[in-house]
């Protein structure tokens, strides 16, 4: 790319993003170079050495079941989180020690700590320390469910003592407004929430001098949320406002021996409520084209709506209702096992991590979800989370499961074996993948044509291309190129335009435009299915010598047939063009990926041209 296109695309991602946005991003970014945040944080711990410690206490809340029996599999992760092995992204064990204690300013993986003595927002979010969430996932503090889960099934103090000891050291180890761990306010309440939780539990091994460290940094820390929470809404736009907002309520409900506790709670319901509007369409589908950052926006959003409902607050209907429509969204995406296809942009986010089964199943989340909204569930032996939170429910209830989500671009084909989903959107909210026209096709609960997921947010920029960008999906591909231009680390220009075509019980047509303005290009994709077949028709649309490349990521073993044919397990694949098979790599959990098979179709034309693939299911 050219120094002249790179500042174009500079340019038209700002005006995309509008100009609140540009206005904001100019204001902050004034306070960054000026003394402005150093103010902040002096006043904040003004704040904190003048309050009368001797008034302070953790409420007794009553989240969580006295009586709940954890899982006897989840021994193992509380064993190890006791020696600083902390359990991970549903997949994996970080190692946190140093010199015999938790290093909370550490990447695990590459042994580098962050800054300690620097202030939180002298602090980058790419640094010599690299993936700053791998430092941060220790002081989200999910040892604490692992921790419960221990001690009710064997009653043995030593894990109470760890828990309690683990956020005494985290305290002493992160003075305010010092590191790492201080610089995101989502990262912040999920680390309160947290330890609101274990002190909740294990409140009778708790001294009074340690109850009373635990509430001042409470305190210090939503003060610090609140400081900054218009970054979150007017900067990031994501799933950060609705977690801070939920932290400022929290505050606001159980901190009443605060002055600020009634300021922040109307403050944090404002916020959770035009947030939650903005954020969540209409349709129940998400800004940020992710089902797990939906997930995460899905759980803190029951957290908080079961929290309000203990103390007899209520919070706006919309927010509820909100709640509602995406429980309906993210159930229509369920397969046997649990699990959504791996779409969109994912971290490997989950708020509770005390039930068995690991993130990519959203069975735990959706219950705890429909059981705060109606008191029903909707699948069976998937309660632990509900049975955590000692929530009483009545009965199992099924869900209608949509085909179409017309404001966020989901398309959907079922029959008794196959589901497929695709994309046709035109986005009006910043994308994180390039993944127009993707399909996702399931065979008997089994995702053979996969999404290739995200690995890192903090890694090679070519390598990084092989998860978000359209290589990356089941899609057309143009001169090998992406069907917009990154912009920065997280952001693209040229954002997606599509229309719908048609969609019915067995067909969907769609066609986007993301090459129109680089190569004058539009792909236009039909799919149809019968029985076991489908029949997937892209017709590419140019006048130009263009390179064409249909891309199916698989993590199945592949067989060559012949020139124009696979075998994908029991599927047949064949094509109206000669196949190539290339390496690809699929990432199911963040920080890890696996070599799969790309299966490339591709075509050289200077004319228009259809490529018809057909899929026929053996067995």
């Known amino acids: 790319m050219s120094l002249f296109q790179k500042y174009s695309s500079i340019a038209q991602y700002i005006k995309l993003m509008g100009l609140d946005w540009v206005t904001f991003r100019i204001k902050y970014l004034y306070r960054q170079k000026s003394k402005y945040f150093y103010k902040v944080n002096e006043k904040i711990i003004q704040k904190s050495e003048i309050i009368n410690t001797s008034k302070l206490f953790l409420p007794t ?36 020690l140093d010199k015999g204690q938790i290093a909370w300013n550490m990447n695990p993986v590459s042994k580098v700590k962050s800054n300690n003595l620097l202030t939180w927002n002298e602090l980058p979010d790419f640094g010599e320390y690299g993936d700053i969430k791998l430092i941060w996932e220790a002081s989200r503090f999910p040892q604490v469910y692992t921790f419960i889960n221990a001690y009710s099934i064997t009653q043995d103090e030593k894990y109470a003592h760890a828990c309690l000891s683990q956020i005494m050291q985290w305290l002493d180890a992160n003075p305010f407004p010092k590191g790492v761990n201080y610089k995101c306010g989502q990262e912040i309440t999920f680390r309160v929430i947290s330890w609101m939780v274990a002190v909740d539990y294990f409140k009778k091994y708790l001294s009074k001098e340690d109850e009373v460290k635990i509430v001042k940094n409470i305190y210090i820390s939503l003060l610090r949320v609140d400081a900054n929470i218009d970054y979150a809404a007017k900067a990031v736009k994501n799933n950060h406002s609705l977690s801070e907002a939920v932290g400022l309520i929290l505050f606001g409900l159980y901190f009443k021996q605060f002055d600020e506790s009634d300021k922040l709670l109307k403050k944090g319901i404002l916020y959770l409520q035009k947030e939650s509007n903005y954020q969540i369409y209409q349709d129940g589908s998400y800004i940020q084209h992710s089902f797990t950052y939906q997930r995460l926006a899905l759980d803190i959003l029951s957290f908080v709506l079961m929290t309000s409902k203990k103390v007899g607050f209520n919070l706006p209907i919309e927010i509820k209702q909100r709640h509602q429509k995406m429980i309906s969204f993210l159930n229509t995406f369920v397969q046997e096992n649990g699990w959504l296809p791996n779409y969109g942009t994912n971290d490997g986010a989950n708020l509770f991590p005390i039930a068995n089964s690991d993130y990519r199943d959203f069975r735990e989340s959706l219950n705890f979800a429909s059981a705060i909204s109606s008191q029903n569930i909707l699948y069976p032996h998937s309660d632990t989370l509900i049975q955590f939170f000692g929530i009483i429910t009545n009965k199992q209830q099924d869900l209608e499961k949509l ?65 978000n960008g359209t290589i990356g999906h089941n899609t057309i591909m143009i001169n090998n190129d992406n069907q917009m231009e990154q912009v920065l680390n997280f952001g693209w220009s040229n954002w997606t335009k599509s229309k719908l075509i048609n969609i019915s019980d067995d067909q969907f047509e769609g066609t986007h435009y993301g090459y129109k303005k680089k190569y004058g290009v539009t ?53 109206n063009f000669p196949i190539q098979l290339d390496k690809a790599f699929i990432s199911d959990y963040y920080n890890s990926f696996n070599e799969g098979t790309k299966v490339i179709i591709e075509v050289d034309s200077k004319n228009d041209v259809n490529i018809e693939t057909r899929m026929e299911f053996l067995s």
Request: with cysteine.
């Open 61 to 96: 809340i009553g989240w969580t079941n006295q009586y709940f029996m954890g899982n006897n599999d989840l021994l193992n992760r509380a064993d190890n989180a006791l020696n600083g092995k902390i359990y991970a992204f549903s997949h994996e064990y970080l190692d946190y």
């Open 403 to 467: 085909k179409e989500f017309n404001f966020g671009g989901y398309y959907i084909l079922r029959n008794k074996n196959l589901f497929i989903f695709s994309r046709c959107h035109s986005y009006k909210d910043r994308p994180a993948q390039n993944d127009m026209l993707h399909v996702d096709i399931w065979y008997k609960g089994k995702n053979i044509f996969c999404d290739a997921g995200s690995f890192s947010y903090n890694t090679d920029k070519k390598f990084k291309n092989n998860f």
């Open 523 to 575: 792909c236009n994709r039909s799919i149809s299915i019968n029985n076991n077949k489908i029949a997937i028709i892209d017709n590419i649309s140019t006048d130009n010598s263009t390179n064409i490349k249909q891309i199916w990521n698989t993590k199945e073993q592949v067989k060559r047939i012949t020139e124009f044919s696979v075998q994908i397990q029991n599927c047949l694949l064949t094509s």
